[in-house]
Antibody, heavy 116, light 113 residues
Framework: QVQLVESGGDLVKPGGSLRLSCAASGFTFSDYYMSWIRQAPGKGLEWVSY????????YYADSVKGRFTVSRDNAKNSLYLQMNSLRAEDTAVYYC?????????WGQGTLVTVSS | DVVMTQSPLSLPVTLGQPASISCRSSQSLVNSDGNTYLSWFQQRPGQSPRRLIY???NRDSGVPDRFSGSGSGTDFTLKISRVEAEDVGVYYC??????????FGQGTRLEIK
């Protein structure tokens, strides 16, 4: 069965950096686009990024462009999100999701808190 | 960017009664490939989102058949034929026809009356 397990969330100061990971299993990882989607506390869902199966193309929301970098290691069935220059408004639960006609399977999420 | 607008934002429903959520997009969601990439998600309290419907009306595996999706162009609807206690949560529509960015509706909170 498809499993996505995020990790790496933490409390970080404004301007700091953090790297999130997502371990995938139960499907052929390299065949799928993957996505990061976030949810601020008590708020709705916000798409953050897509990456193609090969990792050759990446896409970002304007709110994170230039600060966040998505990548993947298909040999390790893993997805990553490098987050730099973090701001208070980046505080959220970050979900990784497999993409097939849109995000179909989601992980349980990892909490990133940006606060001094 | 395509703006997705859901209504109502709060939906109290009696157990066993039907429920309907509307989602409107700021432009037609027909993609250049002819498909309409409109999905519905359910987020139960304390859980991750779960996709219910993709491409307007296709139910995901394991989704009860009391959930159905319909619509076209800019107007879409999620219907629950008979609400059960486990349906409590927040429902989101999402468009993937014109991206980036992917965009979500604000969410509709379904509660039991």
């Amino acid at each position: 069965q498809v499993q996505l397990v995020e990790s790496g969330g933490d409390l970080v100061k404004p301007g700091g950096s953090l790297r999130l990971s997502c371990a995938a299993s139960g499907f052929t990882f390299s065949d799928y686009y993957m996505s990061w989607i976030r949810q601020a506390p008590g708020k709705g869902l916000e798409w953050v990024s897509y990456i193609t199966g090969s990792g050759g193309n990446v896409y970002y929301a304007d709110s994170v462009k230039g600060r966040f970098t998505v990548s993947r290691d298909n040999a390790k069935n893993s997805l990553y999100l490098q987050m730099n220059s973090l701001r208070a408004e980046d505080t959220a639960v970050y979900y990784c999701a497999r993409v097939r006609n849109g995000p179909d399977y989601w992980g349980q999420g990892t909490l990133v808190t940006v606060s001094s | 960017d395509v703006v997705m607008t859901q209504s109502p934002l709060s939906l109290p429903v009696t157990l066993g009664q039907p429920a309907s959520i509307s989602c409107r997009s700021s432009q037609s969601l027909v993609n250049s490939d002819g498909n309409t990439y409109l999905s519905w998600f359910q987020q139960r309290p304390g859980q991750s989102p779960r996709r219910l419907i993709y491409k307007v009306s296709n139910r995901d595996s394991g989704v009860p058949d009391r959930f159905s999706g319909s619509g076209s162009g800019t107007d879409f609807t999620l219907k629950i034929s008979r609400v059960e206690a486990e349906d409590v949560g927040v429902y989101y529509c999402m468009q993937g026809s014109h991206w980036p960015p992917i965009t979500f509706g604000q969410g509709t909170r379904l509660e039991i009356k």
